[in-house]
């Protein structure tokens, strides 16, 4: 059986591009694909343009980097994908 994904790019070859307690902000609207609790499938979890900061970094599927970023004026942690996400600390010459 194989494993379908969505990019043939394995960031994991490669450092992190976003560093720890580094402020970021929300490229997109991310909706709750089911993992976030207390929360129902398809809620807004962030709006495009909500700052944050990185605290942890994890991987998902053998390929990917997972920032979990802290949305300080919503209280809680969302996990989310590079191209999810642009610093506000650095440029971002990496789509």
Same mark, same amino acid.
Do not use: A, W
């Given at each position: 059986?194989?494993i379908?994904?969505?990019s043939?790019?394995?960031? %994991?070859?490669g450092?992190? @591009?976003?560093?720890?307690?580094?402020?970021? !902000?929300?490229?997109?609207?991310?909706?709750?694909d089911?993992t976030?609790p207390?929360? /129902?499938?398809?809620?807004? @979890?962030?709006?495009?343009?909500? /700052?944050? $900061?990185v605290?942890?970094?994890?991987?998902? @599927?053998?390929?990917?980097?997972?920032?979990?970023?802290?949305?300080?004026?919503?209280?809680?942690?969302?996990?989310?994908?590079? !191209?999810? @996400? /642009?610093? %506000?600390d $650095?440029?971002?010459d /990496?789509?």
């Amino acid at each position: 059986m194989k494993i379908s994904r969505d990019s043939d790019v394995v960031e %994991l070859n490669g450092p992190p @591009l976003f560093e720890f307690g580094e402020k970021v !902000k929300s490229r997109r609207n991310i909706r709750n694909d089911g993992t976030f609790p207390g929360r /129902e499938v398809g809620d807004i @979890l962030v709006r495009k343009g909500d /700052e944050g $900061y990185v605290v942890s970094i994890g991987t998902f @599927l053998q390929q990917f980097y997972i920032y979990g970023v802290e949305f300080v004026d919503h209280g809680y942690k969302v996990g989310m994908r590079r !191209k999810e @996400l /642009e610093s %506000l600390d $650095y440029d971002d010459d /990496e789509d």
